[in-house]
Nanobody, 123 residues
Framework: QVQLVESGGGLVQAGDSLRLSCAAS????????IGWFRQAPGKEREFVSA????????IAADSVKGRFTISRDAAKNTVDLQMNSLKPEDTAVYYC????????????????WGQGTQVTVSS
């Protein structure tokens, strides 16, 4: 089992930056992938970015490439999402999720989920 707790959400203006953090506990994260997803009101949950815990390899959605950066801190057991140049369309609840095995973009591939943190970007 893996427990995930997100933090760092808030209300910002367009163009601002925000850093989300996902703290993981429980089973070791080796051979796992940690992903960030988001869900806006009335929309399906969508992939944002993910990182392979062992190799540090990352993938990201086209909508956030060049603006969002995912990273991990093995000493702290955390995965951060640095979000720059935020846009109103980035407004959503952001979720951290974990899976065993290789990086994936699909929601069903991830077995463990945090409760989410709200990010609101005003224009």
């Amino acid at each position: 089992q893996v427990q995930l707790v997100e933090s760092g959400g808030g209300l910002v203006q367009a163009g601002d930056s925000l850093r989300l953090s996902c703290a993981a506990s429980g089973r070791t994260l080796s051979s796992s992938a940690i992903g960030w997803f988001r869900q806006a009101p009335g929309k399906e949950r969508e992939f944002v970015s993910a990182i392979d815990w062992t190799t540090g390899n990352t993938i990201a959605a086209d909508s956030v490439k060049g603006r969002f950066t995912i990273s991990r801190d093995a000493a702290k057991n955390t995965v951060d999402l640095q979000m720059n140049s935020l846009k109103p369309e980035d407004t959503a609840v952001y979720y951290c999720a974990a899976k065993w095995g290789p990086l994936r973009r699909s929601v069903p591939a991830y077995a463990y989920w945090g409760q989410g943190t709200q990010v609101t970007v005003s224009s």
